[in-house]
């Protein structure tokens, strides 16, 4: 989902028409094609983690292709290989986004975003949360066996606020204003509505690791 105010059905449709494309790809190589499933990153954005091939992973909790995507990218993301760094980074933009990133970063400095990522996806699109409050956000977390009141401590902290400033850099920096898109070690991007579906973007992904180990 991108800045723009576009109409949600319109979006959703948008969506599974892309999800139910095929991955297109090279008849002769069965590769991705750069331009068509992934871009380059222009100009390219130095990786957070040098030695590591880094895959970043652009969301919002406020997006409906993101709440789709989560759980290919949680099966993906627990099948990392020891070269690749993965991060999710939460977007600066559509609703609530400041308190929505300040949870995220709150979750990862707990250790609970395994425990609360997609508890929260369906707290807003499943139940229609809006969460708009930092209390909402504890109130739910806290059901979830996790300490609210640490948790807001956490939420109001001076480490989440840097990797909130953190997060909105690197938005800018990768020129971001769609999500979900994932990055490849600074120098490419996908999509599911670019690569043709949410299985085939991380198809997509594994593809450029590949050849960022041979760059």
């Known amino acids: 989902m991108n800045r723009r105010d576009f109409s949600a059905t319109l979006i959703a449709t948008s969506l599974g028409a892309a999800a139910a494309l095929p991955f297109t790809a090279s008849a002769q190589t069965g590769a991705p094609i750069e331009?068509?499933?992934f871009a380059k990153v222009d100009p390219p954005v130095p990786p957070l983690a040098p030695g590591k091939i880094e895959v970043l992973e652009f969301f919002s909790y406020a997006c409906p292709h993101c709440n789709a995507f989560e759980p290919t990218v949680e099966a993906w993301a627990k099948k990392v290989p020891a070269d690749v760094a993965f991060h999710r980074v939460p977007a600066p933009f559509l609703m609530n986004a400041e308190n929505f990133m300040r949870t995220y970063y709150a979750l990862e400095t707990m250790g609970q975003v395994a425990t609360m990522q997609r508890k929260i996806f369906?707290?807003?699109?499943v139940d229609h949360l809006r969460l708009d409050k930092p209390a909402d956000i504890a109130a739910l977390v806290g059901k979830n066996g996790i300490d609210a009141a640490?948790?807001?401590d956490?939420?109001?902290s001076f480490s989440v606020a840097t990797s909130v400033a953190r997060a909105k850099k690197l938005a800018a920096a990768y020129k971001l204003d769609s999500v979900?898109?994932?990055m490849v070690n600074g120098r490419y991007s996908t999509s599911p509505a670019q690569s043709g579906g949410l299985?085939?973007?991380m198809a997509v992904v594994d593809f450029l690791i590949q050849r960022a180990r041979k760059a």
């Open 199 to 201: 299985e085939q973007t």
């Open 35 to 37: 331009g068509t499933q």
């Open 180 to 182: 979900p898109t994932v």
């Open 154 to 156: 956490v939420f109001n």
């Open 122 to 125: 369906a707290a807003v699109h």
């Open 150 to 152: 640490k948790f807001l």
